[in-house]
């Protein structure tokens, strides 16, 4: 499979057409992909996140897939968001997972952050200070093909019964009594009548 890259969108409401750079998966085999950034941050960049961060505001990245057969009509990305005091506490450490079905096409996205803590009393967000650029890993989780329906083998088995009754194959394994009963209840009742019969006889003749 070709390389395939994700353009990423910028964290800020003012800065959503920033391009941070893109991603690259070798082959649907591997279990990483590639981060290639495509500039440091900004002195603007790191304010802005610290803007973001400070009124409870959201980091979102947007996803966008480039092959040989995508389109740029068609919008095919993806989108997901954490909390920008949690990235911001995370000091920009960062884990992407990108969702992939077995034809390599991306579906989603989830983007993981270290628990640093957002809670007033303990978030100093002047005094904390930024690398200049992203610490990214990317994890790719391809769909599976999961187990095959039990129904396509019960079908499979009555296909066959049905073959092998057509040619008189269908073996009977019921009981005797249960393939037979209808012909043993009347020799059963015939055989009663009959033993009957001296008997209703003899008190005849002893009258």
Known sequence: MCGVSWR????????????????????????????SEQETLS???????????????????????????????????VTTFVKACALFTSRLTETITLSLDNAGHLYGVGLIVPDGGCEAKTLNLDGMSLPSSFNTSVVVMLQGTGQLPETATYIQKLEKEKRDKAAGQTQDNRSFLAKYWMYIVPVVVLMMLTSQQPEQQGEGGSQ
Do not use: C, M, W
């Not at 990245?61 to 480039?66: T, V």
């Open 43 to 77: 002195l603007e960049d790191v304010n802005n996140l610290r803007d973001l961060a400070s009124t409870n505001g959201y980091y979102r990245i947007r996803l966008q897939p480039k092959s040989a057969e995508s389109s740029d009509d068609v919008d095919n990305s």
């Open 8 to 35: 990423r969108v910028g964290f800020h409401p003012r800065a959503l057409s920033d391009r941070r750079g893109t991603i690259h998966v070798k082959s649907l085999k591997s279990s990483s992909g590639i981060f």
